[in-house]
């Protein structure tokens, strides 16, 4: 839920500002920078275990396993724009409600991918002493979701494209002399 | 003390998620992950890739890591979020444009 377009000029401080405006500013440009580095990290990470034949099963299980602790942070970070737009939603306008639809279908999907990957895993869960009945359910519904969730993905990133472009030439072009 | 509370709120979420879907398994007799004792016939996708694997037709990776040399799966991946990305931003700069198209002509009017 890349959803903090908000903070795109939190880290415009004057020299007139108050000692706690600068210090909110930063504090409110930590976490940007924060969320966008997390989101990016998540993409990569996400991308490279949908790529089943690129990585190899265990990295594969390994990389997915990790992937949903990091989208528990994810959604414990963006859990304030979850409430807020989740509230607003009985309000007219259509785009914020096709956000908070995307990311609810995304979150089921995720959930359910990263529920049932752990539950046909060969070797992850073998390696950790755990050996569960293999079950053609959850071997299905892995299959279903991961295909949607790449669907999916792409199209939540691309929702927040202007945050995205925004944050990433704050970041990662170099000016001398300008501090972050 | 915040960020515990929404964590706390976020893993609750995802266990009613997870608990809906094992109850989805159960009522489709399919769970025998969790306890169920039958087992299943093969799907007919399940014995076709077996016998494309046989045949040859998919390579099977050793599964001692990252490899180098497959990397067209990983740009199949890649290519497909690009398409769909790139389709959403471009729905996204022409709704923009219409708007603020029909934003001028009102204020022109």
Known sequence: MLSHCGFVNAGRATSQADPPVIASRRRILARTRLDFWLDAVLLVAYTLAYSLGFTGIAVHEWLGIGLGVVLLVHLTLHWDWVIRTTMKLVRPGGRERFVWLVNLLLLLCMTLCIASGILISEVALPELGINLPVSSFWRQMHDVTATLTLILVPIHAALRWRWIVGMARRFTAWRPGRPL | ?109
């Open chain 2, 1 to 109: 003390m915040k960020f515990l509370r929404h964590l706390a709120a976020v893993v609750l979420v995802v266990a009613v998620i997870v608990g809906l879907g094992v109850l989805w398994a159960h009522a489709s007799g399919g769970g025998a992950g969790i306890g169920s004792g039958f087992k299943q016939v093969p799907s007919h996708q399940a014995l076709l890739r077996i016998r494309q694997i046989k045949a040859g037709v998919i390579r099977l990776q050793p599964d001692d890591g990252i490899h180098l040399a497959d990397t067209g799966n990983l740009i199949r991946t890649c290519e497909i979020e690009a398409v769909l990305a790139t389709a959403v931003i471009a729905i996204s700069v022409v709704r923009r444009w219409h708007r603020r198209m029909r934003r001028n002509a009102a204020a022109g009017a």
